[in-house]
């Protein structure tokens, strides 16, 4: 059965390029889309997916937040940061703050599917 | 393997998590704050960390006891609503305060504690409570009566169900990130928090702190401390992206010490930490100021071999500047806020209320005034004293309050602020204040000053008389309303410390205690002197004025040595005399300096032969025993290496009075 994700970034064009990476995978179906932090923890508690990619730059709520506010309420939420190149104090926040791992902008397909496979073995 | 170096770890990390606890429990304690997860996150947090600590120094009663909290904070977790159960704070806090306890006797050595059944009882009863009756605080009574090492009565679970706790080993772990990671820094954090969930991260080197700044060059190495083998720590790095190696190496600790102390559990007396930690623009600071100080330095040098001496005055200003810059820096790194010794303060009154039965409420304003170290160092005690003094004698018991007519919680408020280089304490109570008339009677009584004396005497040098040693064990007996043991000795360490106090009062209405202290001690402004053959250092601070004056205005008279000034006489001393450097003594010149000072509230000369020189010195307090001998509040050292001691002038002024 396929991993159930909820994709999370404000740029359109990010959140297809990432609904295809998971998608071509085979092993992964994207369930659900969100442009912004108070949007992702709407639609978390809605769709209740296995696994979040969190972008954290967003207006309204940014990832940082939202990360917080889903694992308040699931504390075993899988959430994985996409940042762009420079934002490494922000990604140890987020792991501060619960994110279970991330990726680097701009990715490879590889990149993300190692990721995401790593972060979803654990649990 | 050295243990010293695990238990100075242990202790300066398990105070830091109890001085931060308490700050959360009194967020919780707020009236009118709504419970909210991240205190109550931390606080489980915090003495989880505890827990772990403790076990692998295998201090098992610390470890237990935290271990009781930390399953309280986890049922409250499951809903925050908890968190205002009536008694939660107080029993939180009294555990907070008997594990600083037993923390302070394992600095001191002890390896064995007294186990703590009742508070653990206490402890386990509020979780069955929470448990069982769905947030009734009182709990079950059978809960409450159940000792930890007896069957657990059906209603309450109580913690039995977790399996027992391994003893923990502290692990040495060193990985290397993959070079071509992205983000190493965050790989590295990720690291950690895997090896958290293991275990409890007692250092890493780069802290997550560094390796939020960017500084990570690879290698991250943290001491782990888990109830886990070491194959299953192992297995957890594995799970982890981008760790090229690692290495797991078990710290093997002795398992038999050698008890050194008793082990009883004494109330905490915690010192300040003797490392700082710095921000490291200060350590850059120090070296732009360290390159000016080289620059001009030179300068000079080559100034003064080719004689130019306007280059020379130049590079000697410059050079002026440069230290009196890295002076700041250096002082502003030694400055440590009042907050620091707030904790201790707060842990004295509460055992005292405790025990005395009386009803208190402190309340401590302007603690990010930052003062030296030493400074604060040396006020905990008269602080400490203080505070207890009003507890203790000054408030009355409720009963007694109400029949007065005032509120049955005393008010006590202490106040820190700061005016220029100076820093002022003001400790104010509602209690019975102190009766001076009583006061005067007692010391009259007991010898410590004539009738005609007392008849003389201010106000406020009638409470001052309460700090004659040996005036409080003559108080006790007659049971006079006024302060315990102990003032003699507060006011000698404040000024000590080149401070200052004094009393306020009305009687029924309660008391006020200033003190008046230096901001630092470390440097001060003075006068080198000679008198008698040696060389003396006066405060410039307490030298009002210098002047030179003649042999022939200076008048013995039958009630001493006086010096005529206009047309007023005021009291003088000899420096030689008053130290009694008789071998050194020589007859004053024609014309000889003079420093004129306050003693109290008169002003006062005092002659020496010769005054040399004005310039800073750097104050050393005398250690003991020297440090008995009021005439001198420190020493310095002068650039020729020569020893000098700093007079202290009004003691000085005394002790010749006394001779």
């Not at chain 2, 080559?302 to 700041?328: F, N, Q, W």
């Not at chain 2, 204040?433 to 406020?460: C, K, Y």
């Amino acid at each position: 059965m396929a991993i159930r994700v909820l994709v999370v970034d404000d740029a359109l064009y990010m959140r297809t390029m990432i609904r295809d990476i998971l998608t071509n995978c085979g092993r992964y179906e994207v369930v659900g889309e969100a442009s912004n932090g108070r949007e992702a923890v709407e639609r978390y508690l809605e769709l209740k997916p296995d696994l979040v990619t969190m972008d954290i730059v967003m207006p309204e709520l940014d990832g940082i937040e939202a990360t917080r506010e889903i694992l308040s309420r699931n504390p075993s939420a899988a959430i994985v940061m996409c940042s762009a190149l420079g934002q490494e104090a922000l990604v140890i926040e987020s792991i501060t703050a619960g994110a279970k791992d991330f990726i680097v902008k701009p990715f490879t397909p590889d990149k993300v599917i190692k990721v995401v496979d790593n972060v979803l073995k654990g649990s | 393997m050295d243990m010293s170096r695990y238990l100075d770890l242990f202790v300066s990390e398990a105070r830091q998590h109890l001085q931060e606890a308490e700050q959360e429990i009194g967020k919780l304690a707020t009236p009118g704050t709504a419970p909210a997860a991240e205190p109550l996150n931390n606080l489980f947090r915090h003495f989880h960390s505890l827990k772990g600590m403790a076990a692998s120094m295998g201090f098992a009663a610390i470890s237990t006891l935290s271990h009781a909290v930390e399953d309280l904070f986890d049922e409250i977790r499951e809903d925050v609503t908890r968190a205002s159960a009536r008694g939660l704070a107080e029993l939180v806090l009294e555990a907070c305060d008997t594990l600083s306890g037993m923390v302070q006797s394992a600095a001191d050595g002890a390896t064995s504690f007294p186990a703590q059944d009742d508070l653990i009882a206490k402890v386990k009863a509020q979780i069955a409570a929470f448990k069982g009756a769905g947030g009734s605080p009182e709990g079950s009574a059978a809960a409450a009566r159940t000792a930890p090492a007896s069957a657990p009565p059906p209603a309450a679970t109580a913690g039995t169900a977790k399996p027992p706790e391994r003893p923990a080993s502290v692990f040495r772990c060193r990985l290397q990130v993959d070079p071509e990671a992205e983000l190493p820094g965050a790989r590295a954090a990720l690291v950690l928090r895997r090896l958290e969930s293991v275990g409890t991260v007692l250092t890493s080197t780069p802290a997550l702190a560094d390796l939020a700044a960017g500084r990570f060059d690879g290698t991250l190495t943290v001491l782990l401390s888990s109830p886990e083998p070491r194959g299953r720590i192992a297995a957890a790095v594995e799970e982890l992206l981008d760790v090229s190696s690692y290495g797991i190496t078990e710290e093997i600790l002795p398992t038999e010490m050698s008890e050194r102390k008793g082990a009883g559990v004494k109330e905490a007396e915690p010192s300040l930490p003797s490392t700082i930690r710095i921000p490291t623009a200060s350590l850059d600071h120090f070296l732009d100021t360290l390159g000016e100080l080289i620059t001009w330095r030179g300068s000079l040098g080559a100034a003064v071999r080719s004689k130019d001496l306007a280059a020379a005055a130049t590079s000697h200003e410059r050079l002026s500047r440069a230290v009196d810059r890295l002076r700041e820096e250096v002082m502003a790194i030694r400055l440590l806020p009042f907050e620091h010794i707030v904790p201790q303060l707060n842990l004295g009154v509460r055992a005292l209320t405790r025990q005395t039965g009386k009803k208190v409420a402190l309340q401590i304003s302007g603690t990010d005034v930052a003062l030296d170290r030493a400074v604060l160092e040396e006020i905990v005690d008269p602080l400490n004293h203080l505070l207890r003094n009003a507890v203790d004698h000054g408030i009355e018991g409720p009963a007694e309050r109400m029949a007065l007519g005032k509120e049955p919680t005393g008010r006590l408020t202490l106040a820190v602020t700061r005016s220029g280089d100076r820093v002022g304490i003001r400790l104010e109570d509602d209690g019975r204040g102190m009766d001076g008339g009583r006061i005067l009677a007692t010391a009259i009584r007991e010898g410590f000053v004539t009738p005609e004396e007392g008849e003389a005497l201010s106000p406020q040098e009638i409470l001052m008389l309460t700090t004659i040693p040996g005036f409080s064990t003559a108080e006790k007996t007659t049971e006079i309303s006024g302060r315990g043991v102990g003032m003699d000795v507060v006011r000698t360490r404040i000024e000590k410390l080149d401070g200052r106090m004094w009393f306020e009062t009305r009687v029924g209405v309660g008391l006020i205690v200033t003190l008046d202290l230096p901001l630092t001690v470390a440097v001060i402004d003075a006068f080198i002197v000679e008198s008698g053959g040696s060389t003396f250092a006066v405060p410039s601070s307490v030298a009002m004025r210098t002047q030179l004056v003649s042999a022939r205005s200076l008048r013995e008279t039958r009630n001493g040595l006086f010096l005529e000034e206009a047309s007023t006489l005021v009291p003088a001393l000899r420096c030689d005399d008053a130290l009694n450097l008789s071998a050194g003594r020589r007859p004053l010149p024609f014309r000889f300096p003079v420093l004129m000072f306050l003693d109290g509230a008169t002003r006062t000369a005092l002659a020496v032969d010769a005054i040399r020189e004005r310039r800073e010195l750097v104050v050393k307090p005398l250690g003991s025993p020297l440090d008995h001998l009021r005439e001198f509040s420190g020493a310095a050292l002068l650039d020729d290496g020569r020893i000098v001691l700093i007079l202290d002038l009004p003691n000085l002024a005394h002790a010749a009075a006394g001779a």
